[in-house]
């Protein structure tokens, strides 16, 4: 098992500082120049060479990618072009405020998914129905359902605000769309692993030992359920902290996604990379903490494959 | 075959002859499966209207004497205009036939470039063992942990709005998940008979992957892409609402739908109107997935709409 883990950390470090790198390198390559987004109205070059200078622009590209990660392993993300102030305290912020968005997205997620996976396999008769729903829900991009639910609640019937911001009563709808669209993904595990279950020997001797349904139920099949959920709400929480970027840009939800795309139409580099790197250490971290959580709950699992 | 208990949780029934003998029949019976014919008939329609999108009229006539209301806000649903006009007096109708002639296009060419992308990368990784296959692999991983969204708005940076932009930043992204499938199903079959015989027959590495491990992928990337293209429809959506894929004044359902949400309050059809045919858009591949994986027993286990 620690061999197992060993493993995956050495391939999450790696993917991480790939990701890292391509970055780097993919924002070298945008056409633009960072001075010029700085000081907009310059008119000498003298003032936007010196703004170059002062931020290492002038240096050749190899020495600023050394400069840059030699920094990143100490844990230093930069400062900011625009913003003056650190990237690390622009970010965590953020962090924090994609973080309930993410939470409360997965909460949602698994309520209505869990509700309808459970609906489709115990009662045959909603099962058409709970395949049309999850088909539907598959088929909308996030924003759509985002800007329904905002024409549904916050236009007509007026029970949401419409106007941003983050805040108990904003959270509502964005977490309701995750949720929407997520919940398929959870309704169809659920599904697929309690018609497993249903259908094992041990199931079969439970009913035959005469324990009641719901005994059988919440011991022997949603058990099963446990571990596959895990997995993907570790994928969740990771993929949402790495930015929620259009549900955020729908919403005005001001995470961690808004900042990083209003950083890239400011050219402000240190911070698309924070929240780049940031991101990628959110997806492998949430990964791993969700295979070592799975490991626990469920023991076949502890083995892997090499 | 299962019998019920009296709270409706099914029990385990049959042997597996009879088991067998049920999937026969259903095999049978799902030659033509509803979700297949459902998928082709709307994918048909959508085909012909793409084809067809001039005959709806011009996307980009600013109708301003007839177009607008006299205090300048979009018309809604009408003879004249059967889907109403956006905020500028265009025909709301004739946008979606060009939105729609977008979708259809990325839908068809991301899909083929970023599969095929996928496939070369995943049958090389699978096939030439060692440092080959642990590069290409770590870099599957790092394709698979892009933050999807931030990753195509620093690509879109790079570019051009346009079609182009669209399919490049969509391969970018999409080759990593077919090339991790194909990876898979090379590592499922390498040490079977017939790619073992090959070798043992001295066939060279490259011959005994495109000619006796290639043809097995094609069952998979059959059934994968539909739901790849569903993807894609998606994905290209977002990008234009995102302002980072295909720009105004050039049709696409996502750049309709951006130009919707800011009339929301008083013209809710410009976002209904686009939405629901990226609905019916993806829908439409989801369901010929559905209805291709029917049709295979073998990935009927991951199926959309039960077993």
Same mark, same amino acid.
Request: glycine share 10%; no cysteine; net charge positive.
């Given at each position: 098992?620690?061999?197992?883990?060993?493993?995956?950390?050495?391939?999450?470090?790696?993917?991480?500082?790939?990701?890292?790198?391509?970055?780097?390198?993919?924002?070298?390559?945008?056409?633009?120049?960072?001075? %010029?987004?700085?000081?907009? *109205?310059?008119?000498?070059?003298?003032?936007?060479?010196?703004?170059?200078?002062?931020?290492?622009?002038? %240096?050749?590209?190899?020495?600023?990618?050394?400069?840059?990660?030699?920094?990143?392993?100490?844990?230093?993300?930069?400062?900011?072009?625009?913003?003056?102030?650190?990237?690390?305290?622009?970010?965590?912020?953020?962090?924090?405020?994609?973080?309930? /968005?993410?939470?409360?997205?997965? #909460?949602?997620?698994?309520?209505?998914?869990?509700?309808?996976?459970?609906?489709?396999t /115990?009662?045959?008769?909603? *099962?058409?129905? #709970?395949?049309?729903?999850?088909?539907?829900?598959?088929?909308?991009?996030?924003?759509?359902v985002?800007?329904?639910?905002?024409?549904?609640?916050?236009? *007509?019937?007026?029970?949401?605000p419409?106007t941003?911001?983050?805040?108990?009563?904003?959270?509502?709808?964005?977490?309701?769309? /995750?949720?929407?669209?997520?919940?398929?993904?959870?309704?169809?595990?659920?599904?697929?692993?309690?018609?497993?279950?249903?259908?094992?020997?041990?199931?079969?001797?439970?009913?035959?030992?005469?324990?009641?349904?719901?005994?059988?139920?919440?011991?022997?099949?949603?058990?099963?359920v446990?571990?596959?959920?895990?997995?993907?709400?570790?994928?969740?929480?990771?993929?949402y902290?790495?930015?929620?970027?259009?549900?955020?840009?729908?919403?005005?939800?001001?995470?961690?996604?808004?900042?990083?795309?209003?950083?890239?139409?400011?050219?402000?580099?240190?911070v698309?990379?924070?929240?780049?790197?940031?991101?990628?250490?959110?997806?492998?971290?949430?990964?791993?903490?969700?295979?070592?959580? %799975?490991?626990?709950?469920?023991?076949?699992? %502890?083995?892997?494959?090499? | 075959?299962?019998?019920?208990?009296?709270?409706?949780?099914?029990?385990?029934?049959?042997?597996?002859?009879?088991?067998?003998? &049920?999937?026969?029949?259903?095999?049978?019976?799902?030659?033509?499966?509803? +979700? !297949?014919?459902?998928?082709?008939?709307?994918?048909?329609?959508?085909?012909?209207?793409?084809?067809? &999108?001039?005959?709806?009229?011009?996307?980009?006539?600013?109708? @301003?004497l007839?177009?607008?209301?006299?205090?300048?806000?979009?018309?809604? !649903? $009408?003879?004249?205009h059967?889907?109403?006009?956006?905020?500028?007096?265009?025909?709301? !109708?004739? =946008? !979606?036939a060009?939105?729609?002639?977008?979708?259809?296009?990325v839908?068809?060419?991301?899909?083929?470039?970023?599969?095929?992308?996928?496939?070369?990368?995943?049958?090389?990784?699978?096939?030439? =063992?060692?440092?080959?296959?642990?590069? @290409?692999? =770590?870099?599957?991983?790092?394709?698979?942990?892009?933050?999807?969204?931030?990753?195509?708005?620093?690509?879109?940076? @790079?570019?051009?709005?346009?079609?182009?932009?669209?399919?490049?930043?969509?391969?970018?992204?999409?080759?990593?998940?077919?090339?991790?499938?194909?990876?898979?199903?090379?590592?499922?079959?390498?040490?079977?008979?017939?790619?073992e015989? &090959?070798?043992?027959?001295g066939?060279?590495?490259?011959?005994? +992957?495109?000619?006796?491990?290639?043809?097995?992928?094609?069952?998979?990337?059959v059934?994968?892409?539909?739901?790849? &293209?569903?993807?894609?429809?998606?994905?290209?959506?977002?990008? $234009?609402?995102?302002?980072?894929g295909?720009?105004?004044?050039? +049709?696409?359902?996502?750049?309709?739908?951006?130009?919707?949400?800011?009339?929301?309050?008083y013209?809710?059809?410009?976002?209904l109107?686009?939405?629901?045919?990226?609905?019916?858009?993806?829908?439409?591949?989801?369901?010929?997935?559905?209805?291709?994986?029917?049709?295979?027993?073998?990935?009927?286990?991951?199926?959309? @709409?039960? =077993?």
């Amino acid at each position: 098992m620690a061999r197992t883990l060993i493993r995956r950390i050495a391939f999450g470090v790696i993917a991480i500082l790939g990701v890292a790198v391509l970055a780097f390198l993919l924002e070298f390559v945008v056409p633009g120049d960072p001075a %010029r987004a700085i000081a907009p *109205r310059a008119q000498s070059a003298a003032v936007l060479e010196n703004i170059r200078i002062q931020l290492h622009l002038n %240096r050749p590209l190899i020495v600023q990618f050394a400069d840059y990660f030699g920094e990143l392993f100490r844990g230093n993300l930069g400062t900011s072009y625009v913003q003056r102030q650190s990237v690390t305290s622009l970010i965590m912020p953020r962090l924090a405020t994609t973080g309930w /968005l993410a939470l409360a997205g997965v #909460v949602a997620e698994v309520i209505i998914g869990g509700a309808l996976g459970i609906l489709s396999t /115990l009662y045959a008769r909603v *099962r058409a129905v #709970v395949a049309a729903v999850n088909l539907t829900l598959l088929s909308l991009p996030q924003f759509v359902v985002g800007l329904v639910l905002l024409l549904i609640f916050g236009f *007509r019937l007026h029970m949401a605000p419409v106007t941003g911001g983050a805040g108990p009563a904003e959270i509502v709808l964005p977490a309701l769309t /995750l949720g929407l669209v997520g919940a398929p993904w959870y309704a169809q595990i659920v599904a697929d692993q309690m018609a497993d279950s249903l259908a094992s020997p041990y199931v079969r001797t439970a009913v035959a030992k005469g324990l009641p349904d719901r005994y059988i139920l919440w011991r022997h099949v949603l058990r099963n359920v446990l571990s596959p959920a895990i997995t993907m709400i570790g994928m969740d929480l990771g993929a949402y902290l790495s930015g929620v970027v259009t549900v955020e840009v729908v919403f005005g939800w001001p995470g961690i996604g808004l900042l990083a795309v209003d950083s890239l139409q400011n050219l402000d580099r240190p911070v698309v990379m924070g929240t780049v790197i940031v991101g990628a250490v959110a997806v492998v971290a949430f990964n791993l903490i969700a295979d070592v959580l %799975r490991m626990y709950v469920d023991p076949r699992t %502890r083995e892997e494959p090499a | 075959m299962t019998t019920t208990t009296a709270s409706g949780v099914p029990v385990p029934g049959q042997p597996a002859t009879g088991r067998a003998k &049920a999937r026969d029949q259903s095999l049978r019976k799902a030659r033509w499966p509803p +979700a !297949l014919i459902a998928g082709t008939g709307l994918l048909v329609v959508f085909t012909a209207i793409a084809i067809a &999108a001039p005959v709806f009229g011009n996307p980009l006539h600013q109708n @301003l004497l007839s177009g607008l209301t006299p205090s300048g806000l979009p018309l809604g !649903l $009408s003879w004249a205009h059967p889907l109403g006009t956006d905020a500028l007096g265009r025909s709301e !109708l004739a =946008r !979606l036939a060009y939105g729609i002639r977008t979708s259809m296009i990325v839908a068809v060419v991301s899909n083929v470039t970023s599969i095929a992308v996928g496939a070369a990368v995943g049958l090389a990784a699978g096939f030439f =063992r060692g440092p080959v296959e642990a590069v @290409l692999m =770590r870099i599957t991983d790092v394709g698979l942990a892009l933050p999807y969204t931030l990753a195509a708005l620093v690509i879109a940076g @790079l570019m051009t709005a346009g079609l182009t932009r669209v399919i490049v930043i969509i391969t970018a992204l999409f080759w990593a998940y077919p090339a991790r499938l194909v990876y898979g199903e090379v590592l499922r079959l390498r040490h079977r008979g017939f790619v073992e015989s &090959a070798e043992a027959m001295g066939a060279s590495g490259t011959s005994i +992957a495109t000619r006796h491990l290639a043809p097995h992928m094609f069952p998979l990337l059959v059934t994968y892409s539909p739901l790849n &293209a569903a993807s894609a429809v998606v994905f290209e959506a977002t990008l $234009s609402y995102l302002g980072a894929g295909i720009n105004p004044p050039t +049709a696409s359902l996502g750049n309709m739908i951006s130009d919707g949400q800011s009339a929301l309050s008083y013209a809710p059809h410009l976002l209904l109107v686009p939405a629901v045919a990226i609905l019916l858009i993806t829908m439409s591949f989801l369901l010929l997935g559905e209805g291709l994986k029917a049709r295979n027993p073998d990935l009927k286990r991951v199926s959309w @709409l039960g =077993r």
